[in-house]
């Protein structure tokens, strides 16, 4: 039976990928190989995947049968060319050439596509440039103008992302393709394991292992990177201060796991942080857990866990979050970023908030309104900062205190309400498959060939040459008319 939509392979338009290495465990992987599995009955793909120092780079792999059994489909067309970093102007240009492409799509920070935007005219003379982008938060990047004018679309990965896009484009922004499509889980592999799952036995076996046999009536889990905006040790001071105000018998059965490497140059050596915050006292219960692992082990590990936080003080999006709402968890999290589209605020009609310039963040608590499977953390400190490429981005500061207080909610409710945590975790699992959210890989494979096939539809090749008249600007050229204290 063939796939609802299917294309024979030399009837489909060919994307040509920017991105990590699809076969990688970063998001950026996760998200992109997503797309390539769930719309290969529709595109061709090529990916020029990268990674720091690529063992495989110089090669071109076929990705084809695998593709193809994964997918269901007889005639998967994916290939793809390793390469150290995300390539440069020569590769790009040469692999162009080579593949013929139809589109050419990045996907991740626009610092790193500076090279590519360099070129935008001559690519868009032959094909359109989509970019599945994210922004992390406000005040408007209008330092990230000339990159949004550089694509055709984008396909923004929050709500917040979306209007970021039409903010900081202005009148612009009625030429290009722009439309949410968030990050799709794929339902099929995260999922709450019951007693009459066939994966009960093995969520046993695999609790056994990451709890040295203990037995635990509340754990929490950490799943991210050790990165300084993860704001990693704060959580950890948050834990200690939920545990202090427990008693002693009741704090010996809660535990805490970070899913992480412990210590790294871009965050902090958290193995000091637990000394000096625990000692050897053995209420704690901190747990590292750094072992890769598949997909089936992931769905494992947010199975073993009754919550999972994430308290960024930047985060577009916040994938964990996703991934243990459809494993049936609830989430506490910065009211930052991507993560609000997660905790689903309501407005004063009952609707899922919408962005406007005006209103471009719900981090001052506008809204409180919320999922019930969301803990939200409102910052109690929003300050300004920046960098030579990054000039200015607010950091929202969650602070410890309140992470313990709802932590201590959530320990609260599984500990003495089991019906209500019940209830709680059908509707995160119930809300993020759902239509509404788009979260579900499913939805999110729709909405992206939705986005592709519009930017088909309405591209215009640039002409060989342009030109451009220089004026005198009546206004800073980065200037946007928006509340920066509200």
Known sequence: MEKKGYIPKDQRKKILLLCDDIRMHSGIST????????????FNWVNIGGAIQHSEAGKRLDLSEDSSKITGIKDASVFLYPTNGYGDQSLVTQIMNIEKPDALMIFTDPRYWVWLFQMEHEIRIKTPIIYLNIWDDLPYPMYNKSFYESCDALLAISKQTENINKVVLGELSKDKVIKYVPHGINEDHFFPI????????????????????????????????NI????????????????????????????FVLHTQAIDENGTDLIAVKEMLFGNHDKYNIIFSNQKLEVNGMNLLYNSADAIALISSNEGWGLSLTEAMMCGKPIIATVTGGMQDQMRFEDENGEWIKFTEEFGSNHKGKFKKHGKWAFPIFPSNVSLIGSVPTPYIYDDRAQPEDVATEIQKIYTIK?????????????????????ESMMSARLMCKNFIDGVNETFTKWTPRELFSFTKVEQLDQPKHYVKHPISK
């Open 31 to 42: 998200m992109a190989r997503e797309l390539v599995v769930g719309t290969a009955h529709v």
């Open 194 to 225: 019951t007693t009459d799952k066939p994966e009960y036995l093995s969520l046993q076996e695999f609790k056994k292992r990451l709890f040295n046999n203990k037995q635990y009536d509340f754990t929490l889990l950490y799943n991210a990177r």
């Open 228 to 255: 300084r905006r993860k704001s990693v040790p704060d959580l950890m001071l948050a834990w200690k201060m939920f545990v202090d105000e427990l008693p002693e018998d009741k704090a010996k059965k809660t535990a």
């Open 415 to 435: 500990t003495n309400s089991p019906a209500e945590y019940n209830e709680i975790a059908q509707e995160a699992r119930k809300w993020v498959i759902s239509d």
